[in-house]
C-alpha cells in the first residue's frame, strides 16, 4: 500500500471493495485479495485516524490566558 495516499482516498478504496465483496459475484481468488487489500487500508485509515487524534489541541480559556491541552475523546 502507498505510504503517501491520504486518509480520503484509503477509504474511497476501502467503499470501493467492500461494495465488490457484497456483490459476491467475483471468483474466490480475486476475493480473497480484495479481501487482504482491504484488511490493510482499514488498518492503514486507524493509523492515519490514530496519528490525527494524538495531533488535536483544544484551546482553553484559563483566566486572561489561553493555554494548549490535548482533547480527550470519550468513547
Given amino acids: 500500500m502507498e505510504e503517501n495516499m491520504n ?3 484509503a477509504v ?3 467503499n470501493e471493495i467492500v461494495q465488490l ?3 459476491g459475484d467475483i471468483p474466490l481468488e480475486k476475493s ?5 487489500k482491504g484488511v490493510s487500508l482499514s488498518a492503514y485509515c486507524t493509523k492515519k485516524l490514530d ?3 494524538k495531533k488535536i489541541v483544544q484551546l482553553v480559556e484559563d483566566g486572561n490566558e489561553c493555554k494548549e491541552e490535548e482533547l480527550i475523546l470519550e468513547e
Fill in 7 to 9: 486518509y480520503e482516498d
Fill in 12 to 14: 474511497k478504496q476501502l
Fill in 21 to 23: 465483496l457484497e456483490k
Fill in 32 to 36: 480473497l485479495e480484495l479481501f487482504q
Fill in 51 to 53: 496519528e490525527i487524534e
